[in-house]
């Protein structure tokens, strides 16, 4: 199926009803989860499970500066691919030649981005009122006119010289408000997200995801709501039906904590730290909290609920969402309230906790650390059972595809004090080195799997986990960015391998599909480097160890004619 013309009367006009009608316009990809589902799923078949071995690369685009790699999701509209590199340069490319259109580089406060740590990546833009929008590591937001990549608004909502962190995930158009996350898990904010006027670049509110109301501050012992960390890092979704956005929380600042059982009472951050590791569902228009559920309370290990991946699941009259936890687990919510209907593991080493009761969602047997070093490893690791990039979901299937990893580490936890001033310094709480999990070695795994029970179709085996996210077509077929650089095509049905290609460096970033004229692509940003990344080469060696993490390119592809 292919239907470019369907918008031929306004072409360039993108609202949330052209973004809720995402799945009768497959050619587009409109947001960085693909549409308000979250499925990461094209409708387009033109490339399928018997043709796919005649892909072959229609052209390639080079940002260059791609410092920690490329990690974003493109999206298109009408034909036109828009995307953003490192230190948040953003290009607006003709998709079926890649010709350049525009491209836009910010100036942004160098000396605060070389001090940073988790920088200067960026993880995509935003559609929507004739405009592109981008975040950046210094904290503003900017909207950029869509036809001529000119500055229109650039709003500054962070004070990232004082707080060090800034955004580096994509934005969501909700109506006529741009919402954005901060990060902050790992310093000393308090993690807020913000709603911006979408027009005039004025801030309509903001809502901190630590102690953002006063039932929350209660849950912080001494003060330490002041020093929280929270972030929102990475972009959650919409649902029109009850004008509601999911989006994720990060962890509470430090990580990791010395209290052990003694948490509520005694330690950095005693009580549950609401709300972090939390999901949480505001209504766009105010920004004011409707309900939420704290997927970990008190979480002791950096096991953010910030994945931003949030599947919209309609199932025997029931309409759920689905969302993965960085600690291995998969939650399942009502989404009329937020109510919790499952819990099932993705991850098959999880020893953080014993278990999370499916039905209510409570933590059963949790491993609270204590000063210095840990008896045995922490499962999983800090790098988490998922990361950060998303799964795919096949309509067509029923099948949800997502990556897991499988390692663990040893930790050491240390006492710290949040050093705010001049300047937010990172708050970790512990020293640690990633180890194979009790199973085996360390590796990662795709899985095809129900998403509400997750009952497990086929798994697919990696000797080094992806880092990137998957995509899944009406074309029968599921693709996943390796992080050797190999981009592989799977039959969505069986899990069996049906086409590979190299792209010469580590994927850690999106990966979309989307029609040209009456054409069919594949597009995939190339370049390693993220976070995560750094601990490959002292676990896997080469090619890990010499992969260049300042290079990237955006990799297109097509049938052969
Ligand atoms: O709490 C935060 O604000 C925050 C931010 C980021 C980031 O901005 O990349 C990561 C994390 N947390 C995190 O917990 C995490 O596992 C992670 C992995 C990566 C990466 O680039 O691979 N970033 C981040
Ligand atoms: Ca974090």
Redesign the pocket.
Same mark, same amino acid.
């Given at each position: 199926m292919l239907a470019p013309s369907a918008w031929a009367i306004a072409p360039s006009e993108i609202n949330s009803a052209r973004i809720e009608a995402a799945e009768q316009n497959p050619g587009d990809w409109l947001t960085y989860h693909g549409g308000y589902k979250s499925y990461h799923y094209s409708g387009l078949d033109q490339i399928n499970a018997s043709n796919v071995k005649n892909l072959e690369v229609a052209w390639i685009h080079m940002p260059g500066r791609s410092t920690?790699g490329l990690?974003s999701m493109p999206l298109v509209a009408d034909g036109v691919l828009y995307y953003s590199g490192s230190y948040s340069r953003v290009y607006a490319l003709d998709g079926a030649t890649g010709k350049m259109i525009w491209s836009h580089f910010p100036v942004l406060d160098e000396e605060l981005v070389a001090m940073q740590t988790? +920088?200067p990546?960026n993880r995509g833009v935003a559609l929507g009122d004739g405009k592109v929008f981008v975040g950046t590591v210094d904290g503003h937001l900017i909207a950029l006119d869509m036809k001529t990549g000119k500055e229109v608004w650039n709003t500054h909502l962070v004070d990232s010289k004082k707080l060090t !962190?800034g955004f580096? @995930?994509a934005p969501l158009v909700v109506k006529d408000t741009v919402i954005i996350g +901060?990060? $902050? @898990?790992?310093?000393t904010s308090r $993690?807020p997200l913000f709603g911006v006027d979408i027009k005039t670049g004025k801030k309509k509110w903001e809502f901190f995801t630590v102690a953002g109301t006063e039932e929350a501050k209660a849950t912080w012992g001494s003060d330490s709501w002041r020093t929280g @960390?929270? @972030?929102a890092?990475m972009p959650g979704t919409y649902d029109p039906e009850t004008n509601t956005v999911w989006w994720g929380t990060?962890?509470p600042a430090p990580l990791y904590d010395w209290s052990g059982a003694d948490w509520k009472n005694s330690g950095p951050r005693p009580g549950t730290n609401l709300y972090t590791t939390s999901v949480i569902a505001l209504d766009p228009d105010t920004g004011k909290l409707k309900f939420y559920h704290q997927e970990l309370p008190h979480d002791a290990w %950096?096991f %953010?609920s910030?994945v931003g991946e949030f599947v919209m699941i309609d199932r025997d009259g029931r309409k759920l969402v689905v969302h993965p936890n960085?600690g291995g687990f998969v939650f399942v919510y009502d989404r009329a309230d937020g109510k919790v209907q499952n819990v099932w593991r993705i991850a098959k080493n999880i020893n953080f906790v014993k278990d999370i009761d499916p039905k209510t969602g409570e933590l059963i047997g949790r491993r609270d650390l204590t000063l210095g070093k840990a008896s045995e490893p922490l499962c999983p690791a800090?790098? $988490?059972g998922v +990361?950060?990039n998303s799964g795919a979901y096949s309509p067509k299937t029923g099948l949800w595809y997502k990556l897991a990893q499988e390692w663990c580490m040893d930790v050491d936890v240390i006492k710290t004090t949040p050093i705010t001033e001049p300047m937010a310094q990172l708050n970790i709480g512990a020293n640690f080195k990633l180890v194979p999990p009790p199973d085996g070695a360390a590796r990662g795994h795709l899985d095809a799997r129900d998403p509400v029970t997750g009952a497990k179709k086929w798994e697919v085996n990696f000797d080094e986990p992806p880092?990137a996210s998957v995509l899944a077509t009406a074309g029968n077929l599921v693709f996943v960015p390796d992080s050797r650089g190999v981009l592989r095509a799977y039959n969505a049905e069986t899990g069996q391998e049906l086409w590979s290609h190299f792209n010469g460096v580590g994927h850690?970033g999106g990966i979309i599909s989307y029609s040209a004229g009456d054409k069919q692509y594949i597009a995939v940003p190339a370049g390693w480097g $993220?976070? !995560?990344?750094?601990e490959f080469p002292a676990l896997f060696g080469e090619p890990f160890t010499s992969m260049p993490k300042d290079a990237g390119a955006l990799v297109v592809f097509t049938l052969k004619q």
């Open positions: 920690r990690q988790h +920088s990546y !962190v580096t @995930g +901060s990060q $902050g @898990g790992e310093w $993690g @960390g929270g @972030g890092w990060a962890n %950096d %953010d910030a960085k800090i790098a $988490g +990361s950060w880092l850690n $993220g976070m !995560v990344a750094d």
